[in-house]
């Protein structure tokens, strides 16, 4: 039996604009706004199978409970298949170069969705071929698809980003960094950030935030103390002590983020606020239990919220793929 094909609907992979997140800086700001805006319709329920006929691939080479979990969901959730690859299971990690892998990775998967804590040169050597979607799951530098559910979350909460007030306590890591060069790209935001000394944001990730906030009129401040803080924040954000599959040990890190925990008295000054966190937590360490479980904290609608931002990066990148390039 023959199957007609509707040659109107066939996109040859050879043929296709693809589109990588690998950072938050490959965003247009259209992106960056409809991506976010996406993830609220999708946390509404609206959704068809827009990947029918798609495979996402999901590497992940550090453990991972929401983001692997969120992008599997998406995935199938919009009518793609998965396929799940774990540390050692690909070439690249014995000894093959990440760019053929790429390229024999290209020729079966839309989407590669990965998880690498390492250097986004090979993320980005993984999409030399041009015919597959590349997504950054987190890497040392950036955490982008974080940087987008805590945008989703905002976005939620507030009805807009737009002029929020935001407090970031903690390490400037790559949680830190995909947020400020974000929430910077919003008309009015005013982000404070305090960071223990050593642990600051690195200094081109500030510099190009402070740039990025005059263009777009929002404000960012770093410091790194405790004191002096001011209030009325919309919002308040950490992070663990130890940034999830990278970093080293440090000694003396308990003492020094000690001053950098999050507890009940940052609300006294910021009654209204919001309590958000990337999870996993340590309750006692960056954040007291009263506040992680107390009626400010939204952390753990923040990462359900990751199932909702990763569906609408997916269908970011399919509709590239599609020629429906928003």
């Known amino acids: 039996m023959t199957v007609p094909i509707d040659v109107d609907r066939v996109v040859p992979a050879a043929g296709r604009r693809c589109r990588h997140l690998v950072s938050i800086s490959d965003l247009t700001d259209g992106d960056l706004y409809s991506i976010v805006a996406r993830g609220a319709t999708f946390a509404a329920g609206e959704h068809g199978t827009p990947l029918a006929g798609r495979t996402v691939g999901a590497y992940f080479r550090t453990t991972s409970t929401r983001t692997r979990t969120a992008f599997t969901t998406a995935a199938l959730r919009l009518g793609a298949g998965v396929v799940q690859y774990g540390p050692g299971d690909l070439g690249s990690d014995t000894g093959e170069s990440s760019a053929d892998t790429g390229r024999v990775l290209a020729g079966m998967l839309d989407v590669l ?129 130890r940034t999830t599959g990278t970093g080293g040990r440090d000694p003396h890190r308990r003492r020094v983020f000690a001053p950098f925990r999050v507890g009940q008295e940052l609300w006294r000054a910021s009654p209204h606020a919001v309590f958000l966190h990337d999870l996993p937590a340590r309750r006692g360490e960056e954040v007291t239990a009263e506040v992680l479980d107390g009626p400010a904290s939204i952390a753990f609608q923040q990462a359900e919220n990751k199932l909702y931002s990763a569906m609408a990066v997916l269908d970011w990148c399919r509709s590239a793929q599609d020629g429906v390039l928003s």
Request: no cysteine; glycine share 10%; aromatic share 6%.
């Open 113 to 241: 969705v990965a998880r690498t804590a390492g250097d986004q040169a090979e993320l980005r050597a993984w999409t030399g071929g041009g015919r597959m979607s590349v997504v950054n799951a987190m890497s040392a530098e950036e955490h982008p698809t974080q940087a987008l559910t805590d945008l989703t979350t905002l976005l939620r909460q507030f009805g807009r980003i737009e002029r929020l007030r935001l407090l970031y306590v903690g390490e400037g890591n790559n949680t830190a960094t995909a947020l400020v060069l974000a929430v910077t790209r919003f008309a009015g935001v005013e982000l404070e950030l305090r960071t223990p000394p050593g642990y600051g944001l690195p200094a081109g990730v500030l510099a190009t935030a402070v740039r990025q906030a005059q263009v777009y009129g929002a404000t960012i401040v770093e410091r790194h103390h405790m004191d002096r803080l001011p209030g009325n924040f919309d919002a308040i954000y950490t992070t663990r002590w």
